[in-house]
């Protein structure tokens, strides 16, 4: 919910849908340029076109079996675990990387599992960054904007009552100009 998604069980089919939509953009990009390249000198274009019609959809389902299945799992860690916090994900990302590598075996499902942890656990690690510098640029404007606020309002002060600001700035340069001393109460606290 970072991000501001919906709930859990929409969530899962609209990620299955931007996942096959980013695979497909992606692919269409890719394979187009891809079929560009291996295509002869004079039918370069449709050569792109032919390729990328061949291969985009096969990769967009392979984003949308990755996507779903990542959001399946998340979501199910947040019904268990009962709290959406940073490590649902990277659990997420371990089971789904294990998951679909299983048909090739299992040492080679556990490298995946691994990855797929790291990948997440690097995506989760960039977002809190980007979240706390956010959130301290944010607070520094805050600050800013606050002590604008009490200038213009100080501004405004001096301007309808002269005489108040006149009396403290005449009592404050007394007190520079008399060194001050200790009362008798802070003599006896010593």
Same mark, same amino acid.
């Given at each position: 919910?970072?991000?501001?998604?919906?709930? !859990?069980? +929409?969530?899962?089919?609209?990620?299955? #849908?931007? *996942?096959?939509?980013?695979? !497909?953009? /992606?692919?269409?990009? @890719?394979?187009?340029?891809? *079929?560009? @390249?291996?295509?002869?000198?004079?039918?370069?274009?449709?050569?792109?076109?032919? +390729?990328?019609?061949?291969?985009?959809?096969?990769?967009? *389902?392979?984003?949308?079996?990755?996507? *779903?299945?990542?959001?399946? !799992?998340?979501?199910?860690?947040?019904?268990?675990? #009962?709290?959406?916090?940073?490590?649902?994900?990277?659990?997420? /990302?371990?089971?789904? /990387?294990?998951?679909?590598?299983?048909?090739?075996?299992?040492?080679?499902?556990?490298?995946?599992?691994? @990855?797929?942890?790291?990948?997440?656990?690097?995506?989760?690690?960039?977002?809190? /960054?980007?979240?706390?510098?956010?959130?301290?640029?944010?607070?520094?404007?805050?600050?800013?904007?606050?002590?604008?606020?009490?200038?213009?309002?100080? $501004?405004?002060?001096?301007?309808?009552?002269?005489?108040?600001?006149?009396? $403290?700035?005449?009592?404050?340069?007394?007190?520079?100009?008399?060194?001050?001393?200790?009362?008798?109460?802070?003599?006896?606290?010593?």
């Amino acid at each position: 919910s970072t991000w501001g998604e919906q709930i !859990c069980p +929409h969530r899962i089919v609209d990620d299955f #849908g931007q *996942g096959f939509s980013m695979g !497909c953009i /992606g692919g269409a990009v @890719f394979y187009f340029f891809k *079929g560009m @390249f291996n295509s002869p000198k004079r039918e370069r274009f449709f050569g792109g076109i032919k +390729h990328l019609k061949r291969r985009a959809p096969i990769l967009g *389902g392979s984003f949308a079996l990755w996507a *779903g299945l990542f959001s399946t !799992c998340d979501c199910t860690l947040i019904y268990v675990r #009962g709290k959406e916090d940073m490590i649902n994900p990277i659990i997420a /990302g371990t089971i789904t /990387g294990g998951a679909l590598a299983i048909r090739a075996g299992f040492r080679v499902a556990l490298r995946n599992a691994f @990855f797929g942890g790291v990948i997440l656990t690097m995506i989760e690690l960039v977002q809190l /960054g980007m979240m706390k510098y956010q959130m301290r640029t944010q607070l520094q404007e805050m600050h800013e904007m606050q002590k604008m606020q009490n200038e213009r309002e100080v $501004a405004m002060l001096k301007e309808m009552r002269p005489d108040l600001f006149a009396a $403290a700035e005449r009592r404050a340069t007394k007190e520079k100009q008399q060194p001050s001393q200790p009362s008798k109460a802070t003599i006896k606290d010593y």
